[in-house]
């Protein structure tokens, strides 16, 4: 097998294995092979029989050179967001109007990786028509689909996963019912009910998620009267006769049997907690669940309750600690929520949260805890879809639906999902709203809407966007919108290449800002463009005011998104007046920032920037890699370079200087090397420090070149990105 790390760096989003995988040999032997001969290859089985662990199992020791990724699709219930799930699950940023599948055709081309696609039963038809596609125009990929159903597909692999043999059963029951014991303090005598914990793994057909849930209970209960109460159950649905239970029926019958033996309070935190869509953290818990029959005190201690149980599983992630049901485990309790008529009730408290968790992310993120909010909104966003979809089809939600959507613009802009905001704002924005607080809620998608637009380079609608806020704020004397509006606009001239109009418009906005008394990310966004303009005009000098002002302002208040953009102004002032050691410098810290955010348009600008500064100090065929790199990351952000004199001098200075150092053909051959890396190897090799040796292309014999320096001519412009998408 290869190794699937390059230039150090690991590949793939596949979790640690918390606790002991128990058997499986056989099937282990059985998928490897497959996965070695076959593209596709779908595990099938029922519900709670081990088939996401076995797949996640033998794929972490499958090692493509591009690594192993997998896409729960288990949370999404719109067919719309399966592409949006595996862009999300491969890290990629799309600054562009195409569609998310377009995005994974060009970023599959050429790599070889194995993708997973866990839980695809209930989105079989349009998990088959993508994995199709995907295989059809990325050669080296596979495909390890996981689901009740197989996907139909022409060239799939079926491995049907059976329980496990009456062994392996006893063997699991045996390791997880000893580790909970060690975990949460309690005897577990199990050697003298042996026989019993073999008949009750009989009993439960062999299925490891019904085994866990009777390992939770051989705490509170010998393995004779877990084997009772089960038996019991069993006879009440059959009349006597076990063989008559399907296995479908024996892990629900487990299920029910394990809700059956939960104290009141239990069972209602697991019909409440159904109501998540994804992993959710205590507080979350402790808001939603707490009210009638279970105070909110008592939320941590019935969850531990359920945890022990293996009704939830634990896991870390890098917003904390989350807790999950699985999807069997969670249907369950949804029902007996409906059964309660409690659903709508609990719908929208998950509403109320998740607008009031957007809300203190908004707030929170002009302060030193981006980096945290960022981490936060991408662990909830199965929740915050979730919310929004509530709200935008429930008509008296519409309101809220809208203000959802654009109080989420940091996410959208700042963390690379533009394609997904655009949609719910699209959205958004149809739906008619009545009264002060809604009229407000939309002139804010409104901007947030034509923001959007203008960092795809989709300069009509977003006209068209900022046209309508602008209107309807100046008739509702709405100051905040109008100033928004303004901004955009702005921004949008700066597109366009009107930089006197672009100048005119962001110092109306700003002024505006000062006014009301705004002052946030968007704000020193606004100022930072203003600086563009004016290094467009050729005022360096005055650039370089205006973005030190926005560099103290953003160290005074911790942000930390917007100070990148202010730090690669600064660079490219500090390469025009000859001092390349400060410009890599500012680059160094202007990149690994945006990368943080997965900013992908912060990371490329950086990266050009750095090609030139790289050619400065006389290193041509590291500088031709480098701008390979940023060619690479391109099409994910839109038009190279967004077809503008402005922001092409200095690629084109640096393409010239390093042509005339290496000769075109040594040229094109580093350029070539550069495109062949990811985006975080593009990263990291440009992060790397002078002088320190990185793989280049073998030189071939003939070429010209120069013994002089890098040529040192200065642009008429600054490199920096149109002003709506350096606000991205």
Known sequence: M??????????????????????????????????????????????????????????????????????????????????????????????????????????????????????????VDVCA??????????????????????????????????????????????????????????????DEGHGEMRELCRRLDGIPLAIELAAGRLGALSPGQVLQRLDDRFRLLTGGDRSALPRHR???????????????????????????????????????CSGEGLPADDVLDVLSALLAQSVLTREETPAGV????????????????????????????????YVGLATWCELEWFSPRQHEVTARVDAELPNLRSALEHCLTEPDEAHLGQYLAGALWFHWVGCGRLSEGRRWLEQAVRLDVEGTAGEQSRLKALWVLGYVAILQGDTVPALAALQECREEAEQ????????????????????????PRAET?????????????????????GQVELAMARAFQGDMPD???????????????????????????????AWSEGEPGR????????????????????????????????VADGNAAEAAVLQGAAGRMWPSVGLPLFGSAHYNAPHELCEAAAREQLGDERYQDCVRHGARLGRREAVSRALRRPGVPASLPAPRGGGRRATTGARTAKPAASPTRKGGETAG
């Not at 485990?329 to 509403?351: F, I, K, N, S």
């Not at 509702?476 to 930089?499: F, I, K, Q, W």
């Open 2 to 123: 290869r190794d699937h790390r390059r230039d150090g760096i690991p590949h793939g989003n596949l979790s640690l294995e918390l606790d002991t995988f128990v058997g499986r040999a056989a099937e282990l032997a059985e998928l490897a092979r497959a996965l070695d001969s076959e593209r596709l290859v779908t595990v099938t089985g029922t519900g709670g029989v081990g088939k996401s662990r076995l797949a996640a199992r033998a794929a972490a020791r499958y090692v493509p050179r591009d690594g192993v990724w997998r896409v729960d699709l288990a949370p999404v219930r719109d067919e719309e967001f399966v592409d949006y799930a595996v862009v999300e699950a491969l890290g990629l940023t799309d600054h562009t109007t195409r569609l998310p599948r377009e995005a994974l055709l060009t970023h599959l081309a050429g790599r070889e990786l194995l993708l997973i696609l866990d839980g695809v039963e209930h989105l």
């Open 129 to 190: 028509a993508l994995v199709t596609e995907l295989l059809g125009r990325a050669p080296g990929l596979r495909v390890l689909a996981v689901g009740r159903r197989p996907l139909g597909v022409a060239g799939e692999r079926l491995l049907p996963l059976a329980p496990l043999s009456p062994e392996e059963a006893l063997e699991l029951l045996t390791v997880r019912a000893r580790q909970r014991a060690l975990t949460y303090g309690y005897d577990a005598d199990l």
């Open 250 to 288: 024996t892990l629900r019958t487990a299920i029910g049997w394990s809700h059956e033996l939960c104290t009141p309070a239990e069972r209602l935190l697991w019909a409440r907690l159904s109501v998540f869509a994804g992993p959710f953290d205590l507080e979350a818990a402790e808001y939603l």
């Open 322 to 353: 989350r807790y999950r049901m699985l999807d069997t485990v969670r249907a369950y309790g949804a029902d007996w929520l409906e059964a309660t008529g409690d659903t709508a009730r609990l719908r929208r408290r998950h509403r109320d949260w």
């Open 476 to 499: 509702s004397a709405n100051p905040t919108a109008v100033a928004y509006a303004e901004h955009r606009t702005g921004c949008l001239a700066l597109v366009t290449d009107d930089m």
């Open 505 to 525: 418009l962001l110092r109306s906005a700003l002024r505006r800002y000062r006014e009301i008394g705004e002052l946030n990310s968007n704000v020193l966004m």
């Open 543 to 573: 650039a370089v005011r205006l973005c030190e002002d926005v560099r103290q302002v953003c160290e005074d208040h911790g942000e930390r998104w917007a100070r990148g953009y202010a730090l690669y102004v600064l660079a490219y002032a």
């Open 583 to 614: 410009a890599r410098e500012l680059l160094a810290d202007c990149l690994a920032s945006a990368h943080r955010f997965r900013d992908q348009l912060g990371s490329v600008l950086a990266v050009e920037l750095l090609a030139l500064v790289t």
